[in-house]
């Protein structure tokens, strides 16, 4: 019998999936590295989310894994090329957390535009300070999404019902790609320095580590805002704390982090225009219940069927 790991929490219905296929699932959702570490040996499937890391260590020790299944998107936390190298293909399920990315984009910024989370935590501490908490209307501002893929032209919708311009760049898109009354394509230093909310919609890739430093703040209105609900790490941490603290810009919504968790001494704590959630973009009941049943769909499929969803890869010596 086929044994798949599970190594991050996802629903009740992905383990059906896999139980009523036939497969033994180890259930280490909850567990440390150390104790599924141990079980790398025996298993055929590994289903993750961005919790846990299958790097080259724990590839070598997985001598039978034929498939990483990523319950979502991102897949900088999984070394494929060595996967790749050992004959492991990697797939994601790309299409399933869109929504869910997008409307939490559209909250940070209504959150940072309006001092929400401020104003709540003003009342729990006993304070009516409205006019120390005055917010920018949307209307009218210019939006610049960076990368305008699916994500970001779901943000751009929502946020055209604003009556926001709407300003894009993206490396493998170009103008003949859109509706120039509906995004205005540029390239990334106008787009830094003509936006009034700057949101992320990028991969964590070389080019896009520390996208966003003290220089490109630098380059940003005083009064502008980013907002970072793809991925930690396009945004230098510390920079961003620097040009916060000061006002090099004037706020910034963060869901993602370069270590997550975050430590209790990270440098974005405590910042007061800084609103931080914890990674959860992805983290709704729908979407949930969506990347686990396409993963867990996609992990049988491959192991009875050598069926190929989302691959990320192709081993040329496939287990
Ligand atoms: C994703 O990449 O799909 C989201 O960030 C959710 C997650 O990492 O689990």
């Not at 499937?45 to 846990?52: A, D, K, L, Q």
């Not at 700057?198 to 380059?219: A, G, Q």
């Not at 219940?289 to 769909?297: F, R, T």
């Amino acid at each position: 019998m086929k044994k798949v790991l599970v190594t991050d929490p996802i629903a009740e219905s992905g383990y059906a999936i896999l139980e009523k296929a036939g497969f033994d699932v180890l259930d280490y959702a909850h567990s440390a590295r150390e104790e599924w570490m141990s079980v790398l040996p025996e298993v055929h499937g590994w289903v993750i989310r961005s919790g846990s890391k299958p790097d080259e260590e724990a590839l070598n020790k997985a001598a039978n894994l034929e498939i990483i299944g990523r319950a979502g998107v991102g897949v900088d936390n999984i070394d494929i090329p060595t996967a790749t190298r050992l004959g492991i293909i990697v797939m994601n399920t790309p299409a399933v957390n869109t929504i869910s990315a997008a409307e939490h984009t559209v909250g940070m910024i209504l959150a940072v535009s309006r001092h929400l989370a401020q104003g709540h935590e003003s009342l729990n501490q006993g304070h009516w300070n409205r006019h120390a908490l005055v917010g920018t209307e949307l209307f009218g501002k210019t939006l610049g999404i960076v990368g305008c893929g699916k994500i970001g032209c779901e943000v751009r919708k929502r946020f055209s019902a604003f009556g926001m311009n709407m300003i894009g760049y993206d490396p493998f898109l170009t103008q003949k790609d859109f509706n120039i009354n509906e995004l205005k394509m540029v390239d990334l230093d106008t787009l830094t320095q003509e936006s009034d909310f700057i949101s992320l919609h990028v991969p964590l890739v070389n080019e896009t580590k520390y996208l966003f430093n003290l220089d490109r703040f630098n380059m940003m209105k005083p009064t502008a805002r980013i907002i970072n609900v793809a991925r930690g790490g396009i945004i230098h941490e510390n920079d961003l704390a620097t040009a916060l603290n000061q006002n090099i810009i004037a706020g910034a919504g963060m869901d993602v982090f370069e270590k997550e968790p975050i430590d209790e001494n990270h440098p974005l704590l405590n910042i007061p225009n800084c609103i931080l959630t914890p990674h959860l973009g992805a983290s709704t009941l729908e979407a949930k219940e969506g990347v686990s049943l396409a993963v867990c769909n996609q992990v049988r499929d491959y192991l009875i069927d050598k069926k190929m969803t989302y691959a990320l890869n192709n081993p040329f010596e496939k287990k």
